[in-house]
């Protein structure tokens, strides 16, 4: 099982008894996080801006990339890695970083809402804006918070004009006065998101998790997952073969790459299989992109 890694090789040993298979189909659902080259390169752009001292005109960071190419996973990991801490002196709780998700249909009070939640504050019926805005830079400032994520940053396109000012002024005020960076993500459509207000949208440097095509790095992207799948046997996902069969039954996100592959490797435990292959994956069940829209079409 050289094909494996020792976690995945570790995992197959101690699999014995009735349930091996449903342990592995477990297994296979624990979507793994891989850090590849272009993740990378964000990752490393992401901690130059954590690490960036404070000023008077933050640094911030734009990612874009399409739904389920990983963006959220990556916020999610950074977020993790630069976990709150207690001071030892103070006993205060320290949060350099805190992350919230824009609303799906975002106004100021429900921007600030969130804001508030993310830093766990009880938000009261009776509290004003004023007053949850002085609360927000309070808790910010006692937290020593440097970065804030946010996610889904395109839904700010969803609300009127007026508001849409409102909140990039916000975001400019409490980057301004508590000297903090944002690092934002969301679709495509957000790479332009600050267009409206010049001064802000040049403080944004981009960043995009580009869509997978055949290369050097797919090929190490699927040697990485099937080092990863509960397979005895090696499935040979690196060569020409598998990788144009993947590049076109998906939507060549990293997500839509991985549920071809687990779905396959469920299919291939269920019927006692070893290995993948294009017939098993033919035959387990994932709908491609092109099957989903001819579904689409025979409703219409």
Same mark, same amino acid.
């Given at each position: 099982?050289?094909?494996?890694?020792?976690?995945?090789?570790?995992?197959?040993?101690?699999?014995?008894?009735?349930?091996?298979?449903?342990?592995?189909?477990?297994?296979?659902?624990?979507?793994?996080?891989?850090?590849?080259?272009?993740?990378?390169?964000?990752?490393?752009?992401?901690?130059?801006?954590?690490?960036?001292?404070?000023?008077?005109?933050?640094?911030?960071?734009?990612?874009?990339?399409?739904?389920?190419?990983?963006?959220?996973?990556?916020?999610?990991?950074?977020?993790?890695?630069?976990?709150?801490?207690?001071?030892?002196?103070?006993?205060?709780?320290?949060?350099?970083?805190?992350?919230?998700?824009?609303?799906?249909?975002?106004?100021?009070?429900?921007?600030?809402?969130?804001?508030?939640?993310?830093?766990?504050?009880?938000?009261?019926?009776?509290?004003?804006?004023?007053?949850?805005?002085?609360?927000?830079?309070?808790?910010?400032?006692?937290?020593?918070?440097?970065?804030?994520?946010?996610?889904?940053?395109?839904?700010?396109?969803?609300?009127?004009?007026?508001?849409?000012?409102?909140?990039?002024?916000?975001?400019?005020?409490?980057?301004?006065?508590?000297?903090?960076?944002?690092?934002?993500?969301?679709?495509?459509?957000?790479?332009?998101?600050?267009?409206?207000?010049?001064?802000?949208?040049?403080?944004?440097?981009?960043?995009?998790?580009?869509?997978?095509?055949?290369?050097? =790095?797919? =090929?190490?992207?699927?040697?990485?997952?099937?080092?990863?799948?509960?397979?005895?046997?090696?499935?040979?996902?690196?060569? #020409?073969?598998?990788?144009?069969?993947?590049?076109?039954?998906?939507?060549?996100?990293?997500?839509?790459?991985?549920?071809?592959?687990? #779905?396959?490797?469920?299919?291939?435990?269920?019927?006692?299989?070893?290995?993948?292959?294009?017939?098993?994956?033919?035959?387990?069940?994932?709908?491609?992109?092109?099957?989903?829209?001819?579904?689409?079409?025979?409703?219409?």
């Amino acid at each position: 099982m050289e094909h494996l890694d020792q976690r995945t090789i570790k995992f197959l040993e101690n699999c014995k008894g009735p349930d091996a298979k449903e342990k592995k189909i477990s297994f296979v659902r624990e979507t793994p996080w891989i850090m590849h080259r272009e993740v990378e390169k964000v990752w490393a752009k992401m901690e130059e801006i954590f690490e960036h001292p404070r000023s008077h005109r933050m640094r911030d960071l734009n990612i874009v990339a399409r739904s389920n190419n990983g963006k959220t996973t990556l916020l999610r990991r950074f977020a993790k890695a630069h976990l709150a801490t207690l001071d030892e002196h103070s006993g205060q709780l320290m949060a350099p970083v805190i992350a919230t998700v824009m609303p799906h249909d975002p106004t100021e009070t429900l921007f600030i809402n969130a804001l508030l939640n993310s830093v766990q504050l009880t938000i009261k019926r009776t509290d004003t804006f004023a007053s949850k805005l002085e609360q927000l830079y309070h808790s910010l400032e006692r937290i020593d918070c440097k970065v804030i994520l946010i996610d889904e940053i395109q839904h700010i396109a969803a609300g009127t004009s007026r508001e849409q000012h409102l909140m990039v002024n916000m975001m400019k005020n409490i980057s301004s006065i508590l000297q903090v960076s944002f690092i934002v993500a969301g679709a495509p459509s957000a790479l332009n998101i600050f267009s409206f207000d010049d001064q802000f949208k040049n403080r944004f440097l981009p960043a995009v998790i580009p869509t997978w095509s055949e290369g050097e =790095e797919l =090929e190490s992207l699927l040697a990485s997952f099937e080092a990863l799948l509960p397979l005895e046997e090696p499935s040979d996902l690196a060569s #020409d073969e598998m990788i144009r069969y993947v590049l076109t039954n998906t939507d060549r996100t990293i997500g839509n790459m991985y549920e071809l592959l687990s #779905d396959a490797t469920v299919y291939a435990i269920k019927n006692n299989q070893h290995k993948l292959t294009i017939s098993l994956m033919d035959k387990c069940g994932h709908m491609s992109p092109q099957k989903i829209e001819a579904e689409k079409r025979k409703i219409i």
